[in-house]
């Protein structure tokens, strides 16, 4: 089995181009992401707010993936069951969980995703879509969330660019090499090339 894993987030540097090459490869899609890659084998998004938005596309579009949350608490068992979703607990804001399935926050989704491909055996992550910055006013590829999911503001985007410098730190240490594809990104703590290179 492969140990290249590709997670895609939903910078708005994010191409359809980019996401067709990953086709074939062990690729996790990261909210909203899935509409470019129903084909994913795996779909994160930590908010059950957003699947309570999302499920019915998501079947739609015939997404055959794992879908996986953070399970926040108890109360949201029976939303977990109803989704269809595997669930990760946090174990804190930064760094790297080595205990399956626990994960670091980060902040978002994009970080969690990482951590689980980490769990899933990844020796090498390569990243699209992890712009960690807002470009031309637009936060996402596909626009801003609606009102009642979080919408980052330029200091959130800070703190999560020093959340991720931990997680790199802790990457390195286990012997994972991750790879920063994103066309845009403001995250400096990852090697950088584009996704044709690392694909070669």
């Known amino acids: ?9 939903s910078g708005p540097s994010l191409t359809r181009a980019d996401v067709d090459l990953v086709r074939g490869y062990n690729t996790i899609v990261i909210n909203d992401s899935y509409r470019l890659a129903p084909w994913a084998k ?39 069951k109803a989704h ?6 946090i ?13 670091y926050s980060g902040g978002n989704s994009g970080y969690q995703a990482i951590n689980l491909a980490y769990h899933f055996g990844a020796k090498r992550i390569l990243l699209l879509g992890y712009d960690m910055q807002a470009i031309d006013g637009k936060k996402h590829w596909f626009g801003d969330h609606p009102k ?3 919408n980052t503001d330029e200091k959130t985007y ?11 730190k802790e990457l390195e240490i286990e012997g994972v090499e991750v790879i920063n594809c994103s066309r845009q990104t403001a995250l400096t703590c990852f090697t950088r090339t584009s996704i044709e290179a690392a694909l070669c």
């Not at 492969?2 to 987030?9: E, G, Q, Y």
């Open 1 to 9: 089995m492969s140990t290249t894993w590709i997670c895609i987030a």
């Open 148 to 150: 009642e999911l979080v």
């Open 42 to 80: 795996v779909l994160y998004a930590c908010d059950l707010k957003w699947w309570d938005q999302h499920h019915d596309d998501v079947k739609r579009k015939g997404f055959a993936g794992d879908k996986w949350a953070w399970e926040s608490n108890r109360d949201n068992v029976e939303k977990v």
């Open 91 to 103: 174990a804190g804001e930064a760094g790297l969980s080595r205990e399956p399935y626990k994960v």
């Open 84 to 89: 269809g979703l595997k669930t990760v607990s």
């Open 158 to 168: 800070i703190t999560w660019r020093n959340n991720y410098k931990i997680l790199a």
